[in-house]
């Protein structure tokens, strides 16, 4: 017998994860979640994460640094970073995006942020 359980989930009181986001619907594969009006800020550490991310610009600008290619995300755009690729994000304008991670990025810890090194 298959799933047949809906899931639906109000942005608006969804949990918060440590860095921000906003968890949505979720999955036993995969995962939503929100980042809304993300300030300017200089580029977060780089980072490799035990889950694949797909995210979609509603608004602002980013630029994603992936295994060493500069990539800018603006509205519309669209992004795949693979499971374990080292990379990191700058934002530029106030910035929005829906990501989908699979598996799903808060289960088991893999959402937490990443732990600070000293250079």
Same mark, same amino acid.
Request: hydrophobic letters at 35%; zero cysteines; aromatic letters at 6%.
């Given at each position: 017998?298959? /799933?047949?359980?809906?899931?639906? &989930?109000?942005?608006?009181?969804?949990?918060?994860?440590?860095?921000?986001?906003?968890?949505? *619907?979720?999955? &036993?594969?995969? %995962?939503?979640? #929100?980042?809304?009006?993300?300030?300017? *800020? %200089? %580029? $977060? +550490?780089?980072?490799? =994460? /035990?889950?694949?991310? !797909?995210?979609?610009? !509603? $608004?602002? =600008? %980013?630029? +994603?640094?992936?295994?060493?290619? =500069? !990539? +800018? +995300?603006?509205?519309?755009?669209?992004?795949?970073?693979? $499971?374990?690729?080292?990379?990191?994000?700058?934002?530029?304008?106030? @910035?929005?995006? &829906?990501?989908?991670?699979?598996?799903?990025? @808060?289960?088991?810890?893999?959402? #937490?942020?990443?732990?600070?090194?000293?250079?």
């Amino acid at each position: 017998m298959s /799933d047949s359980s809906v899931t639906k &989930v109000q942005s608006k009181s969804s949990p918060r994860g440590e860095m921000g986001q906003k968890y949505l *619907a979720s999955g &036993v594969n995969m %995962a939503m979640r #929100l980042w809304e009006d993300e300030p300017p *800020a %200089a %580029a $977060k +550490l780089l980072s490799s =994460r /035990d889950y694949e991310t !797909i995210g979609f610009v !509603i $608004k602002g =600008r %980013a630029e +994603l640094e992936l295994e060493g290619q =500069r !990539i +800018l +995300l603006q509205p519309g755009d669209s992004w795949v970073v693979p $499971k374990g690729a080292l990379h990191s994000y700058k934002v530029l304008e106030t @910035f929005a995006a &829906v990501e989908s991670t699979s598996p799903p990025a @808060f289960v088991h810890g893999r959402d #937490l942020p990443p732990p600070r090194t000293s250079k």
